[in-house]
């Protein structure tokens, strides 16, 4: 202990440039010191919530109803929320330590945009229109651009200031859907509302799914035109290849599905209280809640310090594969609950 000690004094004493160069190496010690355990403690995914309890305490403050809608925008509204003041707020556009090196976190946060971004846009496609002909609502016309902005900008404007706005104008769509003297601002539960929406869900779990499961490298055959003898495609593709994730991607696209599954969770349990009376007259409930099980268990609390991705039978675990099996099992439950939603 002593001999590093009479090391370091030594350091101290003829650093190289001087005052100067003596200052910037404690500004770097303490930049280290400071920035592993709070980046640590700013990696930590936030916790579950839930959006029919919240929904209805945040209706009940503002002494308002929770009417149709209600509680899957609120849902959207907390997520945003979440994602600009949870612990470290919005760190995917950090330049500066912590923040820049928390690749995990920042995979995590933009598994929930997605998410965000879907859903802003089912809301002013879908759910708060009657009908195709039908005018958009003007909030939502506003909302949703803002969180299709560029989610790494830091500076002019910055990312977080977008997302702020487009809360806002989501924060006047949700008022207006409890004030029964504004009748433009509508939440239309219909069953091929839920479904269209679903549609882009499924694509997106699919997508996920295929990515985690190419961590240990997968033999694929073509199949883009399977199922129409008359499809063509703009350029050739091989017919059998070898598709695998890149080993530094690994536990990025493994965060990313976290963070989808963990927004995703949240909107279906909205979805289940604004949607009952649609799902159980198309006796689909009971499908959207294994959906929500199989979510549910996305979440379970990871021991590994690291992301591990041994072979398929490997020696070591491969947590992308357990991943994608709950997130192809969501995926499967999907789509068989939109069958049921397209039946009469």
């Given amino acids: 202990m002593g001999s590093l000690i009479d090391w370091y004094l030594d350091f101290w004493d003829n650093a190289p440039g001087g005052k100067i160069g003596r200052l910037f190496i404690a500004f770097l010690i303490i930049l280290i010191v400071v920035s592993i355990p709070l980046g640590v403690y700013w990696s930590v995914t ?3 919530f839930d959006p029919v309890a919240e929904a209805e305490a945040d209706a009940q403050e503002q002494n308002l109803d929770v009417a149709p809608g209600y509680t899957t925008v609120y849902s959207l509204q907390h997520m945003v929320d979440t994602l600009l003041n949870k612990p470290g707020g919005y760190i995917s556009n950090d330049v500066i330590p912590p923040g820049v090196w928390l690749d995990n976190i920042s995979n995590w946060e933009f598994g929930v945009l997605v998410q965000v971004r879907d859903l802003s846009r089912a809301l002013r496609k879908d759910f708060s229109r009657s009908q195709s002909q039908s005018v958009e609502q003007p909030e939502l016309i506003k909302a949703e651009p803002q969180f299709h902005f560029d989610n790494n900008s830091w500076l002019f404007p910055s990312t977080e200031s977008q997302y702020k706005e487009g809360l806002e104008y989501l924060r006047k769509y949700h008022l207006a ?13 219909r069953a091929d509302n839920l479904n269209n929406w679903l549609a882009d869900v499924q694509t997106r779990l699919g997508s996920l799914s295929q990515r985690l499961s190419a961590s240990v490298g997968q033999k694929r055959l073509n199949t883009d035109l399977a199922g129409d003898p008359d499809a063509e495609q703009s350029t050739q593709t091989i017919q059998d290849s070898i598709v695998k994730t890149p080993w530094l991607e690994i536990d990025d696209v493994f965060y990313e ?3 989808s599954a963990w927004a ?4 279906l349990k909205a979805v289940e209280h604004d949607f009952a ?3 159980e007259k198309k006796n689909a ?3 959207l809640q294994q959906i929500i099980r199989e979510l549910e268990a996305t979440q379970q609390t990871l021991w590994s310090p690291m ?7 490997g020696f070591f675990a491969n947590h992308s594969l357990v991943m994608a099996n709950y997130i192809s099992r ?4 999907i789509i068989d609950l939109r069958e049921l939603l397209s039946k009469g």
């Fill in 285 to 287: 409930k009971v499908s």
């Fill in 46 to 48: 936030p916790d579950q």
């Fill in 330 to 333: 969501a995926n499967a439950s």
């Fill in 257 to 259: 599905a976290r963070g």
């Fill in 277 to 279: 009376s649609v799902l």
């Fill in 264 to 267: 995703l969770l949240h909107v």
């Fill in 307 to 313: 992301i591990l991705n041994g072979g398929g039978f």
């Fill in 177 to 189: 859907l409890a004030d029964k003297s504004q009748t433009e601002a509508q939440f239309f539960t």
